[in-house]
């Protein structure tokens, strides 16, 4: 928890600070917007808020888009955010490969770059990779490092996200590695990093189901199961940053072996690696199953499912849908969402499964009462990932300056 002795000093400058950046904050959510609207929602003096907006513009972080209706007298001049002021990038590293996205201040991508490596490969390796690709995506984007505000990484695992530490990512076979500290050594800017369900969340916050509610879970499916909890807004991190391993919440004791050492882990029996253990166990008895020299992935049991009723698939996905719902309720029961936004690369068999998952997560405690959780499938896509990666640097930007300990390149004007 942050104490009162980070927290800057009050002073003449960081009243100033914090004023703008309330400004600048107020401009990027609510723009197109007039100095009038700014000042009532901050509470500020139309003077003081004239006069940082005045700044804003001659330094080109807001723009002016026209003019409100009046009800009477002069038209009101209306600002917008300049999301193109600068540059960001979002990183997600995967098992095998590295994506990079050189995005504007709004977190839509312009421009996207891949870089493979073998599955297994040791930290320095791919840190080498990514100071690599970065310079490949900007030199691909004929954009000037100067452009470039901040850096955001995305990896599985647990992360601790005010160190920017990957503290073990099972995925990459990762341990204590400062991966922000790595990358900065290379360029003059702050890099973040944080578990890549986080970063989604912040995405979906930014632009999906989030633009209209501010609490909310997002749970992902694939490979694994990981979660995060948006809190009125903001993430919950827990003590380490750690918070929603609830893929790693038991629900079978004695059951399947999980990577992280404990039993019966719901991500062993409702994620890809649930499709692969129990697949091959149950071949045997689906001889003629479309499955028989499959990877079990969630497209190929989809495909088998969709395309010929395969009775295996549609008997994995099932299984996996009933254990997700028994994971869905001990979820509702802890944390009492209002919705769950569900993501990741399983949601391609989501027809298959998620009744199954739903009807089952509705018998919860809540139930009793008639309250329901709503469960709600992210729109957003794959890019998603790489946007809020690209987050993870821009909310820092632009977060109020009162803490000491923020590291984020000061806009200076
Ligand atoms: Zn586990």
Not at 7 to 35: A, C, F
Not at 89 to 106: M, Q, R, S, W, Y
Not at 121 to 137: C, F, H, N, R, Y
């Amino acid at each position: 928890m942050r104490k009162l002795a980070d927290i800057r000093t009050g002073n003449k400058q960081l009243i100033k600070d914090l004023n703008r950046s309330l400004v600048i904050e107020t401009i990027r959510n609510k723009g197109p917007i007039s100095r009038t609207d700014i000042s009532h929602i901050l509470n500020l003096g139309l003077s003081t808020v004239t006069y940082i907006v005045d700044d804003l513009l001659n330094n080109g972080l807001v723009i002016e888009t026209g003019e409100a209706d009046s009800s009477g007298g002069r038209r009101p001049v209306l600002f917008e955010f300049n999301h193109k002021f600068g540059y960001t990038i979002g990183i997600k590293i995967e098992v095998n490969h590295i994506i990079f996205a050189l995005t504007d201040l709004n977190a839509n991508i312009v421009v996207k770059h891949i870089t493979s490596f073998p599955e297994g490969e040791k930290a320095p390796q791919v840190i080498s990779l990514i100071t690599e690709g970065i310079k490949d995506l900007m030199s691909l984007a004929d954009i000037s490092f100067e452009k470039l505000l901040g850096i955001g990484i995305a990896v599985s695992g647990h992360v601790n996200g005010k160190t920017g530490t990957v503290i073990r990512s099972s995925l990459l076979g990762w341990t204590n590695v400062d991966l922000s500290k790595e990358i900065e050594k290379h360029f003059n800017l702050p890099v973040y990093v944080d578990n890549d369900v986080n970063a989604y969340a912040l995405a979906e916050l930014a632009k999906g189901y989030g633009r209209t509610h501010d609490s909310f879970i997002c749970l992902s499916i694939g490979e694994g199961i990981g979660t995060s909890i948006v809190n009125e807004g903001k993430l919950y991190y827990g003590h380490q940053g750690g918070a929603g391993e609830f893929g790693h919440t038991i629900i079978q004791v004695n059951g399947y072996l999980c990577h992280c050492g404990q039993r019966g882990c719901l991500e062993m029996y409702a994620s890809n690696k649930f499709l692969r253990k129990e697949g091959k166990l149950l071949i045997s008895q689906f001889p003629d199953s479309a499955l028989r020299s499959s990877s079990f992935s969630f497209d190929e049991v989809y495909q088998a499912a969709a395309l010929f009723r395969d009775p295996l698939a549609l008997e994995l996905l099932k299984r996996a849908g009933e254990y997700l719902g028994v994971g869905l309720i001990n979820m509702i029961n802890s944390l009492n969402p209002e919705t769950i936004v569900l993501v990741g690369e399983g949601m391609i068999a989501q027809e298959f499964f998620l009744p199954y998952a739903i009807e089952t997560a509705n018998r919860n405690f809540f139930a009793k009462g008639g309250y329901e959780t709503t469960f709600y499938v992210s729109e957003l896509g794959n890019d998603a990932w790489l946007m809020g990666a690209a987050l993870l640097a821009i909310k820092h930007l632009f977060e109020p300056p009162i803490y000491k300990d923020s590291k984020a390149k000061s806009i200076s004007l």
